[in-house]
């Protein structure tokens, strides 16, 4: 497994750092910083490297800086792809001030990027053990399985299924039904292990009832897609997906943007472990 590690120099990303090499033990880790113009690359990069210098011991896999010349908000996504990493951990503050308006930095950094990401905040490293993945009446929900089945394997986590509640509408029950079914074969072909919730979220507010239960279950990580259709003026207080990322509980939230994932063959941790 290959990670980048977006870092601007403050606590919750260094936390990001900490947190994405106790992931990944035995593997590789790129730092990557984005300046503004390139007589900054130099100090960006000796920062870089006393961070790596901070780390190494701590870490049996392989540590790299990178730095490129850009905005986070596209810069990242482009360093994903050029590192073929399979993952990027972030580290956000949440959202705040004026970001409630015009959307927090992480929603935008992440409907830029084809690669997933695990966005993080203050809380240390917890081993990935129970993933919560709620399951409503879209067909996105069936594509991302093939990569939850292969992230559950990689950590022998337990898949927690919450389902979207169907307000009495057949069609939309249906939709659920076939999806949860769907979940369940594909899940005990592949051995996974998983487990039902009793309790369902309205997808109209899918932020509380996924996160009551995530904090009942003491989940490690949350499963949440992130449409790339809504523009960036749509991102404002109230989406529930940017409510997840930056929950109160500071649980980890997984986001994978549907769009670009749907191309993917949804097995990148298998393939590059």
Same mark, same amino acid.
């Given at each position: 497994?290959?990670?980048?590690? $977006? ?34 690359? !130099?100090?960006?990069?000796? &920062? ?5 210098? &901070? ?29 073929? !990493? ?36 203050? &809380? ?9 993945? $709620? ?33 009495? #509408? ?47 279950? #003491? ?7 992130? #449409?790339? !259709? ?18 109160? !509980?500071?649980? $980890? ?21």
């Amino acid at each position: 497994m290959k990670i980048l590690v $977006p870092i601007d120099f403050t606590p919750v990303t260094e936390n990001a750092l900490s947190y994405a090499l106790q992931l990944s033990p035995s593997k590789k880790v790129v730092l990557f910083h984005v300046v503004n113009s390139a007589k900054e690359i !130099a100090s960006a990069e000796a &920062k870089l490297n006393d961070l790596i210098s &901070k780390y190494k011991s701590k870490f049996s896999g392989e540590l790299s800086a990178l730095v490129h010349v850009g905005n986070i908000f596209e810069t990242i996504g482009e360093a994903a792809i050029e590192v073929v !990493a399979d993952l990027i951990v972030m580290g956000t503050h949440g959202v705040k001030g004026m970001q409630h308006i015009v959307g927090s930095k992480a929603m935008k950094v992440i409907t830029n990027s084809k690669t997933p990401y695990i966005v993080v905040q203050h &809380k240390p490293f917890k081993e990935i053990k129970n993933i919560l993945v $709620p399951v409503d009446f879209t067909r996105e929900s069936k594509q991302i399985l093939p990569f939850l089945v292969s992230l559950a394997k990689v950590f022998n986590a337990d898949l927690q299924l919450i389902r979207q509640s169907h307000s009495k #509408d057949e069609f939309i029950k249906n939709k659920i039904d076939n999806n949860l079914s769907y979940f369940r074969g594909m899940l005990e072909s592949e051995g996974c292990k998983f487990t039902m919730s009793e309790n369902e979220f309205s997808y109209d507010s899918r932020y509380k009832g996924i996160l009551k239960e995530a904090v009942a279950l #003491d989940s490690d990580l949350i499963v949440t897609a992130i #449409d790339p !259709a809504l523009d960036v003026a749509n991102y404002i207080m109230g989406v529930e997906e940017q409510k997840i990322v930056a929950n109160e !509980a500071q649980i $980890p939230v997984l986001c994978i943007n549907i769009k670009n994932f749907m191309k993917q063959s949804g097995n990148i941790f298998e393939a590059t472990a």
